[in-house]
């Protein structure tokens, strides 16, 4: 059972642009996680988010998590080639939890 | 500081046989968790150990396996390999923080 939907699972786009993922449960998570991950690598982790309504914002990239903590988006602004890669989104289900709910991944294609 | 240690990189092993991955967490981290990721299914937790105990499990038959040592480092075994274990296995260790993540062991089972 996949707890967390991430859309879109693939998305290729010109650099400049802007895009948005999307990560819906519908359980309620205490935390939401988003990583990049480069091949050949493990994820690395972008941003925490635990309030709900909360924004976080690194750089280009806008994190916001739901009001209800069921769902996140991250919007990545002007696009650059650096920024292709797959994000992952995962949620931890209480406070302190140490077993996190992936989500399927959006692989991500910036072109030149 | 060094991050997260997991070897071997990339290991082939034959159907039925058993493999031992590895894994040294940052230094000071005492979490340390194993992930299972493949194209179908994505990441898939396995378990989660904190001071040589095990914490979590998650829904992985009875031929995965870990344990931690004193030092906090882990090992996961898998017995009985399937074709379908094949797979990035992924480990990371947590301060109470975020999790920082290892580069992975590439299983491939044929």
């Known amino acids: ?112 | 500081k060094a991050g997260v240690t997991q070897t071997p990189r990339y290991l082939i092993k034959t159907r039925g046989q058993q493999v031992t991955l590895s894994c040294s967490p940052i230094s000071g981290h005492r979490s340390v968790s194993w992930y299972q990721q493949t194209p179908g299914q994505g990441l898939q937790f396995l378990f989660e150990y904190f001071s040589e105990t095990q914490r979590n499990k998650g829904n992985f038959p009875g031929r995965f396996s870990g344990r931690q040592f004193s030092n906090s480092r882990s090992e996961m075994n898998v017995s009985t390999l399937e074709l379908g274990d094949s797979a990035l296995y992924l480990c990371a260790s947590s301060g109470g923080g975020g999790y920082t993540f290892g580069s992975g062991t590439r299983l491939t089972v044929v």
């Open chain 1, 1 to 112: 059972t996949q707890l967390l939907e991430q859309s879109p699972q693939f998305l290729s786009i010109q650099e400049g642009e802007n895009l948005t993922v999307y990560c819906n449960s519908s359980s309620v998570f205490s935390s939401l996680q988003w990583y990049r991950q480069e091949p050949g690598e493990g994820p690395v982790l972008l941003v925490t988010v635990v309030t709900g309504g909360e924004v976080k914002k690194l750089k280009r990239l806008t994190f916001q998590f739901g009001d209800a903590r069921k769902d996140s988006s991250l919007h990545i602004t002007a696009a650059q080639p650096g920024d292709t890669g797959l994000y992952l989104c995962a949620g931890a289900h209480f406070q302190g939890a140490q077993k996190l709910v992936f989500g399927q991944g959006t692989r991500l294609t910036i072109n030149p």
